[in-house]
Protein backbone atom coordinates (compact mmCIF):
# COMPACT_ATOMS: atom_id res chain seq x y z
CA UNK A 1 0.00 0.00 0.00
CA UNK A 2 1.43 3.44 -0.69
CA UNK A 3 2.61 5.45 1.56
CA UNK A 4 1.68 9.63 1.82
CA UNK A 5 4.10 12.67 2.19
CA UNK A 6 3.32 16.15 2.29
CA UNK A 7 4.40 18.70 -1.03
CA UNK A 8 7.53 20.62 1.19
CA UNK A 9 6.79 23.32 -1.35
CA UNK A 10 3.34 23.75 0.61
CA UNK A 11 3.18 26.19 3.03
CA UNK A 12 0.75 25.89 6.05
CA UNK A 13 -0.61 26.99 9.56
CA UNK A 14 -3.35 26.83 11.87
CA UNK A 15 -5.15 29.86 12.97
CA UNK A 16 -5.62 30.08 16.26
CA UNK A 17 -8.41 31.83 16.92
CA UNK A 18 -10.43 29.16 14.54
CA UNK A 19 -8.76 26.02 16.27
CA UNK A 20 -10.27 27.27 19.68
CA UNK A 21 -13.63 28.26 17.91
CA UNK A 22 -13.60 24.17 16.60
CA UNK A 23 -12.16 23.31 19.80
CA UNK A 24 -15.13 24.56 21.80
CA UNK A 25 -17.52 23.87 19.24
CA UNK A 26 -16.26 19.93 19.20
CA UNK A 27 -16.30 20.28 22.99
CA UNK A 28 -20.17 21.13 22.93
CA UNK A 29 -20.93 18.08 20.62
CA UNK A 30 -20.98 20.78 17.68
CA UNK A 31 -20.21 19.75 14.29
CA UNK A 32 -17.23 22.35 13.79
CA UNK A 33 -17.27 21.05 9.93
CA UNK A 34 -17.53 24.58 8.39
CA UNK A 35 -14.67 26.55 10.51
CA UNK A 36 -11.67 26.80 8.62
CA UNK A 37 -8.57 26.10 11.01
CA UNK A 38 -5.92 25.61 8.85
CA UNK A 39 -4.53 27.37 5.85
CA UNK A 40 -2.31 25.72 3.07
CA UNK A 41 -0.67 26.91 0.08
CA UNK A 42 1.08 26.29 -2.92
CA UNK A 43 1.73 27.47 -6.62
CA UNK A 44 -0.80 30.08 -6.12
CA UNK A 45 -3.42 27.49 -5.08
CA UNK A 46 -4.46 28.37 -1.34
CA UNK A 47 -6.74 26.23 0.60
CA UNK A 48 -9.10 26.09 3.83
CA UNK A 49 -9.58 23.07 5.85
CA UNK A 50 -11.32 22.56 8.85
CA UNK A 51 -10.05 20.58 11.39
CA UNK A 52 -10.69 17.02 10.82
CA UNK A 53 -9.17 18.05 6.94
CA UNK A 54 -5.72 19.49 9.22
CA UNK A 55 -5.24 16.56 11.64
CA UNK A 56 -5.13 14.64 8.53
CA UNK A 57 -2.82 16.80 6.66
CA UNK A 58 -0.47 16.32 9.70
CA UNK A 59 -0.80 12.57 9.28
CA UNK A 60 0.92 12.55 5.79
CA UNK A 61 4.14 11.71 7.41
CA UNK A 62 4.78 8.54 5.05
CA UNK A 63 1.92 6.52 6.52
CA UNK A 64 -0.45 4.74 4.51
CA UNK A 65 -3.74 5.46 3.73
CA UNK A 66 -4.74 2.60 6.70
CA UNK A 67 -1.85 4.20 9.29
CA UNK A 68 -3.74 7.56 8.87
CA UNK A 69 -7.41 6.08 9.59
CA UNK A 70 -6.15 4.15 12.53
CA UNK A 71 -4.64 6.89 14.03
CA UNK A 72 -8.14 9.72 13.28
CA UNK A 73 -10.47 6.43 14.87
CA UNK A 74 -8.46 6.96 18.06
CA UNK A 75 -9.57 10.83 18.07
CA UNK A 76 -13.16 11.38 16.76
CA UNK A 77 -16.14 9.27 16.68
CA UNK A 78 -17.03 8.24 13.77
CA UNK A 79 -17.48 5.01 11.67
CA UNK A 80 -14.48 3.52 10.05
CA UNK A 81 -16.13 3.25 6.55
CA UNK A 82 -17.48 6.77 6.38
CA UNK A 83 -14.30 7.64 7.71
CA UNK A 84 -12.06 5.92 5.29
CA UNK A 85 -14.27 7.38 2.22
CA UNK A 86 -13.66 10.69 3.21
CA UNK A 87 -10.16 10.31 4.02
CA UNK A 88 -9.62 9.33 0.78
CA UNK A 89 -11.37 11.31 -0.78
CA UNK A 90 -9.78 14.08 0.69
CA UNK A 91 -6.44 12.66 -0.04
CA UNK A 92 -7.35 12.13 -3.55
CA UNK A 93 -8.18 15.91 -4.09
CA UNK A 94 -5.19 17.20 -2.41
CA UNK A 95 -3.24 14.67 -5.05
CA UNK A 96 -4.69 16.67 -7.66
CA UNK A 97 -3.40 19.85 -6.37
CA UNK A 98 -0.10 18.65 -6.04
CA UNK A 99 -0.18 18.96 -2.02
CA UNK A 100 0.77 15.66 -1.05
CA UNK A 101 2.42 12.46 -3.33
CA UNK A 102 1.78 8.51 -2.65
CA UNK A 103 4.84 6.30 -2.93
CA UNK A 104 5.26 2.95 -3.12
CA UNK B 1 -12.88 18.42 5.13
CA UNK B 2 -12.13 21.97 2.54
CA UNK B 3 -14.01 25.26 3.08
CA UNK B 4 -14.73 27.56 -0.23
CA UNK B 5 -14.09 30.68 1.76
CA UNK B 6 -11.34 31.16 4.45
CA UNK B 7 -12.25 33.03 7.84
CA UNK B 8 -10.47 36.09 8.73
CA UNK B 9 -6.70 35.29 8.95
CA UNK B 10 -4.70 35.95 11.53
CA UNK B 11 -1.76 37.46 9.52
CA UNK B 12 -1.23 38.10 6.11
CA UNK B 13 0.25 34.79 4.24
CA UNK B 14 2.32 37.28 2.39
CA UNK B 15 4.19 40.66 2.54
CA UNK B 16 5.44 42.83 -0.13
CA UNK B 17 8.41 44.34 1.36
CA UNK B 18 9.69 47.71 -0.10
CA UNK B 19 13.05 47.02 0.87
CA UNK B 20 14.73 50.04 -0.40
CA UNK B 21 13.52 52.85 -2.43
CA UNK B 22 16.38 53.53 -4.14
CA UNK B 23 16.28 52.65 -8.16
CA UNK B 24 18.36 53.29 -10.83
CA UNK B 25 15.29 53.51 -13.69
CA UNK B 26 12.66 56.11 -14.24
CA UNK B 27 9.58 54.41 -14.97
CA UNK B 28 6.63 56.58 -16.59
CA UNK B 29 4.35 54.31 -14.34
CA UNK B 30 6.19 54.54 -10.73
CA UNK B 31 4.30 54.46 -8.09
CA UNK B 32 6.92 54.51 -5.67
CA UNK B 33 9.23 57.76 -6.86
CA UNK B 34 7.83 59.99 -3.82
CA UNK B 35 8.22 57.54 -0.96
CA UNK B 36 10.34 57.90 1.65
CA UNK B 37 14.13 56.62 0.87
CA UNK B 38 14.42 56.51 4.86
CA UNK B 39 15.54 52.61 5.53
CA UNK B 40 15.53 50.53 8.48
CA UNK B 41 18.98 49.02 9.57
CA UNK B 42 20.36 45.67 8.90
CA UNK B 43 19.99 44.69 12.05
CA UNK B 44 15.85 46.39 12.91
CA UNK B 45 15.27 44.65 9.91
CA UNK B 46 16.27 41.51 11.15
CA UNK B 47 14.13 41.93 14.19
CA UNK B 48 10.95 42.68 11.97
CA UNK B 49 11.66 39.58 10.08
CA UNK B 50 11.57 37.39 12.98
CA UNK B 51 8.63 39.64 14.05
CA UNK B 52 6.87 38.42 10.22
CA UNK B 53 7.81 34.73 10.70
CA UNK B 54 7.09 34.52 14.31
CA UNK B 55 3.72 36.17 13.19
CA UNK B 56 3.19 32.99 10.64
CA UNK B 57 3.61 34.81 7.43
CA UNK B 58 4.48 32.59 5.19
CA UNK B 59 6.97 34.32 2.88
CA UNK B 60 8.20 38.16 1.96
CA UNK B 61 8.34 38.86 -1.63
CA UNK B 62 11.01 41.93 -2.03
CA UNK B 63 10.33 45.05 -4.15
CA UNK B 64 11.28 48.42 -4.10
CA UNK B 65 12.63 50.85 -5.55
CA UNK B 66 15.17 48.49 -7.06
CA UNK B 67 16.22 45.74 -4.64
CA UNK B 68 19.02 44.68 -5.91
CA UNK B 69 20.38 48.18 -5.31
CA UNK B 70 20.30 47.50 -1.76
CA UNK B 71 23.86 46.56 -0.51
CA UNK B 72 22.96 43.88 2.18
CA UNK B 73 19.61 42.56 0.27
CA UNK B 74 21.83 39.33 -0.46
CA UNK B 75 22.38 38.68 3.94
CA UNK B 76 19.05 40.22 4.58
CA UNK B 77 17.25 36.96 2.17
CA UNK B 78 19.06 34.55 3.37
CA UNK B 79 17.99 35.56 7.00
CA UNK B 80 14.53 35.66 5.77
CA UNK B 81 15.03 32.45 4.49
CA UNK B 82 16.54 30.98 7.66
CA UNK B 83 13.38 31.69 9.42
CA UNK B 84 11.34 29.61 7.21
CA UNK B 85 9.99 32.96 4.85
CA UNK B 86 9.60 32.15 1.35
CA UNK B 87 11.57 34.88 -0.32
CA UNK B 88 10.89 36.23 -3.31
CA UNK B 89 11.38 39.33 -5.41
CA UNK B 90 10.39 41.68 -7.63
CA UNK B 91 13.34 43.47 -10.04
CA UNK B 92 14.26 45.13 -13.58
CA UNK B 93 16.92 42.70 -13.92
CA UNK B 94 19.59 45.48 -14.92
CA UNK B 95 21.65 44.28 -12.22
CA UNK B 96 20.79 40.75 -12.63
CA UNK B 97 24.14 38.57 -14.20
CA UNK B 98 25.14 34.88 -14.05
CA UNK B 99 27.12 35.68 -10.71
CA UNK B 100 24.03 37.43 -9.24
CA UNK B 101 21.73 34.79 -9.83
CA UNK B 102 23.96 32.62 -8.29
CA UNK B 103 24.47 34.31 -5.16
CA UNK B 104 20.17 34.95 -5.03
CA UNK B 105 20.27 31.27 -5.29
CA UNK B 106 22.63 30.55 -2.53
CA UNK B 107 20.55 32.99 -0.29
CA UNK B 108 17.14 31.24 -0.92
CA UNK B 109 15.33 32.91 -3.65
CA UNK B 110 13.04 30.83 -4.80
CA UNK B 111 11.62 33.13 -7.32
CA UNK B 112 12.13 36.02 -9.02
CA UNK B 113 10.06 38.31 -10.98
CA UNK B 114 11.19 40.32 -14.06
CA UNK B 115 8.95 43.32 -15.24
CA UNK B 116 8.97 43.41 -19.09
CA UNK B 117 6.27 46.06 -20.22
CA UNK B 118 6.00 45.14 -24.16
CA UNK B 119 7.70 42.94 -26.55
CA UNK B 120 9.42 45.29 -28.47
CA UNK B 121 12.45 46.27 -26.90
CA UNK B 122 12.67 49.73 -27.89
CA UNK B 123 8.86 50.50 -26.24
CA UNK B 124 10.11 48.92 -23.35
CA UNK B 125 13.58 50.78 -22.99
CA UNK B 126 11.70 53.92 -23.54
CA UNK B 127 8.67 53.40 -20.85
CA UNK B 128 11.13 52.41 -18.28
CA UNK B 129 13.62 55.31 -19.20
CA UNK B 130 17.21 53.40 -19.47
CA UNK B 131 18.07 52.35 -22.86
CA UNK B 132 19.01 48.37 -23.45
CA UNK B 133 16.77 47.52 -20.40
CA UNK B 134 14.74 44.80 -22.27
CA UNK B 135 17.98 43.11 -23.33
CA UNK B 136 19.08 43.02 -19.90
CA UNK B 137 15.72 42.01 -18.58
CA UNK B 138 15.75 38.96 -20.49
CA UNK B 139 19.12 37.94 -19.97
CA UNK B 140 17.83 38.15 -16.36
CA UNK B 141 15.31 35.55 -17.18
CA UNK B 142 18.02 33.11 -18.63
CA UNK B 143 20.44 33.73 -15.63
CA UNK B 144 17.70 33.14 -12.62
CA UNK B 145 16.46 29.95 -14.98
CA UNK B 146 20.12 28.61 -15.44
CA UNK B 147 20.38 28.29 -11.60
CA UNK B 148 17.20 26.95 -11.26
CA UNK B 149 15.23 29.93 -9.72
CA UNK B 150 11.72 30.05 -10.58
CA UNK B 151 11.15 33.26 -12.92
CA UNK B 152 7.82 35.53 -13.77
CA UNK B 153 7.72 38.18 -15.74
CA UNK B 154 5.20 41.06 -14.58
CA UNK B 155 4.07 43.39 -17.13
CA UNK B 156 1.79 46.77 -16.25
CA UNK B 157 -0.97 46.71 -18.90
CA UNK B 158 -1.24 50.21 -19.88
CA UNK B 159 -1.72 51.61 -23.68
CA UNK B 160 1.82 50.62 -24.55
CA UNK B 161 1.06 47.16 -24.99
CA UNK B 162 -2.41 46.27 -24.59
CA UNK B 163 -3.63 45.03 -27.63
CA UNK B 164 0.07 42.57 -27.69
CA UNK B 165 -1.28 40.29 -25.79
CA UNK B 166 -0.28 36.92 -27.92
CA UNK B 167 3.23 38.85 -28.72
CA UNK B 168 3.87 39.03 -24.86
CA UNK B 169 2.84 35.21 -24.51
CA UNK B 170 5.15 34.41 -27.02
CA UNK B 171 7.97 36.30 -25.88
CA UNK B 172 7.46 34.95 -22.19
CA UNK B 173 7.45 31.25 -23.50
CA UNK B 174 10.62 32.00 -25.64
CA UNK B 175 12.66 33.31 -22.69
CA UNK B 176 11.00 30.15 -20.35
CA UNK B 177 9.07 32.37 -18.18
CA UNK B 178 6.84 30.25 -15.61
CA UNK B 179 4.87 32.91 -14.98
CA UNK B 180 3.20 36.12 -17.07
CA UNK B 181 1.54 38.28 -14.60
CA UNK B 182 -0.69 41.13 -16.40
CA UNK B 183 -0.69 43.85 -13.48
CA UNK B 184 -3.60 46.33 -13.91
CA UNK B 185 -2.64 50.34 -14.27
CA UNK B 186 -2.82 51.46 -10.64
CA UNK B 187 -3.22 55.22 -10.70
CA UNK B 188 -0.76 55.83 -7.92
CA UNK B 189 2.45 58.13 -7.84
CA UNK B 190 3.69 58.66 -11.85
CA UNK B 191 1.30 56.28 -12.70
CA UNK B 192 -1.55 58.98 -11.20
CA UNK B 193 0.16 61.51 -12.95
CA UNK B 194 0.45 59.84 -16.49
CA UNK B 195 -2.93 58.54 -16.09
CA UNK B 196 -4.05 60.57 -19.10
CA UNK B 197 -1.59 58.89 -21.45
CA UNK B 198 -1.38 55.00 -20.01
CA UNK B 199 -4.53 53.92 -18.71
CA UNK B 200 -7.44 52.56 -20.41
CA UNK B 201 -10.72 53.39 -20.89
CA UNK B 202 -13.20 50.73 -19.40
CA UNK B 203 -14.44 49.57 -22.82
CA UNK B 204 -10.39 48.72 -22.99
CA UNK B 205 -10.33 46.97 -19.92
CA UNK B 206 -13.09 44.75 -21.14
CA UNK B 207 -11.90 43.92 -24.10
CA UNK B 208 -8.03 43.14 -22.93
CA UNK B 209 -9.55 41.20 -20.18
CA UNK B 210 -11.66 39.16 -22.82
CA UNK B 211 -8.74 38.44 -25.08
CA UNK B 212 -6.37 37.69 -22.06
CA UNK B 213 -8.83 35.12 -20.36
CA UNK B 214 -8.67 33.07 -23.43
CA UNK B 215 -5.35 33.47 -23.94
CA UNK B 216 -5.18 31.98 -20.19
CA UNK B 217 -7.68 28.91 -21.04
CA UNK B 218 -5.21 28.06 -24.00
CA UNK B 219 -1.98 28.79 -23.73
CA UNK B 220 0.22 25.50 -22.42
CA UNK B 221 3.42 25.42 -20.53
CA UNK B 222 3.03 29.27 -19.10
CA UNK B 223 0.67 30.53 -16.26
CA UNK B 224 -0.58 33.85 -17.13
CA UNK B 225 -2.27 35.39 -14.33
CA UNK B 226 -4.71 38.31 -13.84
CA UNK B 227 -4.89 39.91 -10.59
CA UNK B 228 -8.08 42.01 -10.85
CA UNK B 229 -11.01 41.69 -9.48
CA UNK B 230 -13.28 43.04 -11.53
CA UNK B 231 -12.81 40.06 -13.75
CA UNK B 232 -15.79 39.06 -11.89
CA UNK B 233 -17.62 40.90 -14.52
CA UNK B 234 -16.45 38.53 -16.72
CA UNK B 235 -17.77 35.72 -14.95
CA UNK B 236 -14.18 35.01 -13.93
CA UNK B 237 -12.07 35.10 -10.59
CA UNK B 238 -8.67 34.00 -9.74
CA UNK B 239 -9.04 30.40 -9.14
CA UNK B 240 -6.40 29.89 -6.60
CA UNK B 241 -7.72 32.37 -4.14
CA UNK B 242 -10.38 31.87 -1.53
CA UNK B 243 -11.01 35.64 -1.00
CA UNK B 244 -13.42 37.78 -3.30
CA UNK B 245 -12.52 41.28 -4.36
CA UNK B 246 -8.86 42.33 -3.93
CA UNK B 247 -6.86 40.30 -2.07
CA UNK B 248 -4.88 43.31 -0.47
CA UNK B 249 -5.59 43.38 3.61
CA UNK B 250 -7.24 40.11 3.13
CA UNK B 251 -3.88 38.06 2.33
CA UNK B 252 -0.57 40.31 1.74
CA UNK B 253 0.25 43.31 3.37
CA UNK B 254 2.94 45.91 2.20
CA UNK B 255 5.78 46.96 4.18
CA UNK B 256 7.78 50.30 2.97
CA UNK B 257 11.36 50.97 3.22
CA UNK B 258 11.42 52.70 6.77
CA UNK B 259 8.37 49.95 8.23
CA UNK B 260 5.55 51.52 7.48
CA UNK B 261 2.96 49.11 6.96
CA UNK B 262 -0.15 49.87 4.21
CA UNK B 263 -2.60 47.53 2.74
CA UNK B 264 -1.21 47.68 -0.37
CA UNK B 265 1.81 49.44 -2.00
CA UNK B 266 -1.08 51.52 -4.09
CA UNK B 267 -2.39 52.59 -0.75
CA UNK B 268 -0.55 55.45 0.86
CA UNK B 269 -2.41 54.81 4.41
CA UNK B 270 0.01 53.98 7.26
CA UNK B 271 -1.79 52.03 9.56
CA UNK B 272 1.24 50.96 11.52
CA UNK B 273 4.83 50.51 11.65
CA UNK B 274 6.51 46.84 11.91
CA UNK B 275 9.66 48.41 13.98
CA UNK B 276 7.04 49.66 16.69
CA UNK B 277 4.01 47.53 16.21
CA UNK B 278 2.40 44.04 16.85
CA UNK B 279 1.87 42.98 13.02
CA UNK B 280 -1.23 40.44 13.89
CA UNK B 281 -2.53 42.85 15.89
CA UNK B 282 -2.54 45.19 13.46
CA UNK B 283 -3.91 43.37 11.16
CA UNK B 284 -6.83 42.41 13.29
CA UNK B 285 -7.36 45.91 14.21
CA UNK B 286 -6.85 48.35 11.81
CA UNK B 287 -9.94 50.24 11.22
CA UNK B 288 -8.76 51.18 7.45
CA UNK B 289 -8.23 47.07 6.23
CA UNK B 290 -11.71 46.34 8.13
CA UNK B 291 -12.87 48.94 5.97
CA UNK B 292 -11.76 47.20 2.90
CA UNK B 293 -12.24 43.93 4.29
CA UNK B 294 -16.22 44.93 4.39
CA UNK B 295 -16.68 47.34 1.67
CA UNK B 296 -20.56 48.84 0.94
CA UNK B 297 -21.69 48.93 -2.44
CA UNK B 298 -21.84 52.34 -4.00
CA UNK B 299 -22.96 54.61 -6.92
CA UNK B 300 -23.81 51.91 -9.76
CA UNK B 301 -22.26 48.73 -7.87
CA UNK B 302 -25.38 49.21 -5.25
CA UNK B 303 -27.56 46.24 -6.97
CA UNK B 304 -25.05 44.88 -9.71
CA UNK B 305 -25.07 41.60 -9.95
CA UNK B 306 -21.21 40.90 -10.11
CA UNK B 307 -20.67 43.03 -6.84
CA UNK B 308 -20.67 39.69 -4.45
CA UNK B 309 -17.67 38.51 -6.29
CA UNK B 310 -15.60 41.49 -7.53
CA UNK B 311 -16.42 43.88 -4.21
CA UNK B 312 -15.95 46.82 -6.16
CA UNK B 313 -12.97 46.00 -7.40
CA UNK B 314 -9.08 47.44 -7.04
CA UNK B 315 -9.78 49.52 -3.74
CA UNK B 316 -6.74 51.54 -4.49
CA UNK B 317 -7.83 52.72 -7.84
CA UNK B 318 -10.98 53.79 -6.34
CA UNK B 319 -9.37 55.19 -3.24
CA UNK B 320 -6.92 57.53 -5.97
CA UNK B 321 -9.47 58.87 -8.17
CA UNK B 322 -12.55 59.49 -5.85
CA UNK B 323 -11.17 59.40 -2.33
CA UNK B 324 -13.46 56.92 -1.50
CA UNK B 325 -12.78 52.88 -0.97
CA UNK B 326 -16.01 52.29 -1.44
CA UNK B 327 -16.44 53.74 -5.06
CA UNK B 328 -16.88 51.62 -7.72
CA UNK B 329 -13.36 50.53 -9.22
CA UNK B 330 -12.93 53.73 -12.17
CA UNK B 331 -11.81 50.73 -14.72
CA UNK B 332 -15.50 49.42 -14.36
CA UNK B 333 -17.41 48.82 -17.96
CA UNK B 334 -20.40 47.39 -15.95
CA UNK B 335 -23.49 49.75 -16.29
CA UNK B 336 -23.62 53.25 -15.18
CA UNK B 337 -27.21 52.96 -13.77
CA UNK B 338 -27.77 50.37 -10.63
CA UNK B 339 -29.95 48.10 -11.89
CA UNK B 340 -33.15 47.85 -9.93
Known amino acids: MPTIHRNPNVMWREEDDALAEAGDALARGEDAGEIGTAVLFSGGTMLSVNYLGMEIWKLCDNRTVDGIVAELLEQFEVEEDVLRTDVRAFLDELAVKGFIVYAE | MRNDTIPQLQAPLTINWAINNSCNFACSHCYSREDTHEELPRDVLYACLEKVARAGVFSVNFGGGEPLLHPQLLEIAAFASGLGLR ?141 DP ?111
Not at chain 2, 241 to 246: A, D, I, P, T, Y
Not at chain 2, 289 to 300: D, F, S, V
Not at chain 2, 312 to 322: E, F, K, N, Q, S
Open chain 2, 87 to 227: VSMNSNGWLLDGEKAVALKAAGFTKVGISIDSHIADVHDTFRGVAGSHARALAALGHLQSVGIATSISTVICRINSTTIDELVEMALRHGAGQLNFHNFKCSGLGLANKDDLDLTPDEWKEFYRHALVVKKSVKGLDVSLD
Open chain 2, 230 to 340: IIALLGERDAGSLVKGSVCGKLSLNIKANGDMTPCGFIPIVIGNIVRDDLRQVWKDSAVLEKMRNKQPTGKCSGCSKYEDCLGGCTARALALTGDMNSPDPHCWGDDEPSR
